[in-house]
């Protein structure tokens, strides 16, 4: 079955304690980005990746950051989260050649404490 | 710059009323697409729609329809006969064709729709 899938989906953490949320896609996509959505702000880029090793900076990239070692994995790094980064991400892939048809992994809820 | 805007944060219907959730988008571009995005409780993200800027045929499918207005930048949902199931938040999105940026959703605030029996 096509998919992308994330994990934790869930997770509590403390202030200042890295963490990663992986995302892997078994789509052969080259595109793959990452979300963030808040209340009253619906859902920012944070990064996406064009192809492996091809990363850059959505719109709200501070805080995070991103690799690209493998084409089907995009994990996102909070090296030092903080409360502010409490929020519901998404990942989502697509053909580089078809970017308007994206699949979206089922969402990570982060608190941080 | 690229913006979407769901002026209507929540909405509250009694079910078997019809619905409609606005949506207005500002680009530069003379190529996008359109989105909608259905958000059950559950959160995740369910598709429901693309448009391209080129197709302002309005669609129709079972109880939704869509109606794209170029010259209003609008892309408004009707929901006819409204169902307790399509109690979820509703997020309308656009991106561009193509570029650097191409891919890049930008999405409204969303809007929380409430069907009640």
């Known amino acids: 079955e096509a998919q992308v899938t994330q994990n934790p989906r869930y997770l509590i953490t403390v202030t200042g304690k890295k963490l990663t949320v992986t995302c892997s896609q078994n789509?052969?996509?080259?595109?793959m980005s990452w979300y963030r959505q808040d209340p009253g702000l619906g859902l920012r880029q944070i990064y996406y990746s064009m192809n492996v090793e091809v990363t850059d900076k959505g719109d709200v990239p501070e805080g995070y950051k991103v690799s690209r070692k493998e084409k089907r994995n995009f994990p996102l790094i909070l090296e030092s989260p903080s409360p502010n980064q409490t929020s519901l991400y998404f990942c989502?892939?697509?053909?580089?050649?078809?970017?308007?048809?994206?699949?979206f992994g089922p969402g990570t809820r982060l608190l941080v404490l | 710059a690229q913006k979407v805007t769901q002026a209507q944060t929540e909405i509250s219907v009694v079910e078997k009323e019809d619905v409609t959730l606005d949506c207005v988008y500002e680009t530069r571009d003379t190529t996008y697409y359109l989105f909608w995005y259905k958000q059950p409780p559950s959160g995740e993200l369910v598709f429901l729609i693309r448009?391209?800027?080129?197709?302002?045929q309005n669609e129709i499918s079972g109880r939704y329809s869509w109606n794209f207005q170029k010259s209003t930048s609008s892309f408004n949902f009707t929901i006819t006969a409204s169902q307790v199931v399509d109690s979820a938040v509703y997020f309308c999105?656009?991106?561009?064709?193509?570029?650097?940026?191409?891919?890049?959703?930008?999405f409204g605030q969303g809007t929380e729709l409430s069907v009640k029996p």
């Open positions: 999105a656009l991106s561009e064709a193509r570029g650097n940026q191409g891919g890049k959703l930008i």
């Open positions: 989502a892939s697509s053909f580089l050649n078809d970017r308007e048809t994206q699949y």
């Open positions: 448009r391209n800027s080129f197709d302002e």
């Open positions: 789509m052969n996509h080259e595109y």
